[in-house]
């Protein structure tokens, strides 16, 4: 998109509903979702803008990748000092994520620390 969009009233609905907006990062339900919820998600998504299903071993290479790049991250003083700032009690008011949307504990990567699938 470049240059000027003309204002419209979906455009400002849409500025208005940032505010009230916010993801809860907190799990719903123990419960499995039901395998024709899952299909109507997945026919949804890939008719809307494409989906792709990873393999078993996929998961594991991009599990992998994610913790490799929190442990790089994490040695990163300035990507820290920026995690503080848009978690932790100095994040300004309406920004950021609210400590109450954040998980008590970090879920359990789906294998142990420190294995590779390479």
Known sequence: M????PITTAAVDLARAISRRHTDRRPVSEAPVPTADLDTIVAA????????????SQVLDLATAACRAAAVQA??????AELQYWTGPAAPHGAGIPAEALPEHLPTPPF?????VA
């Open 2 to 5: 470049t240059g000027r969009t």
């Open 45 to 56: 998504a890939r008719a809307e803008a494409g989906l792709h299903m990873f393999t078993p």
């Open 75 to 80: 040695d990163e003083p300035s990507a820290r």
């Open 112 to 116: 142990p620390a420190g294995t590779s």
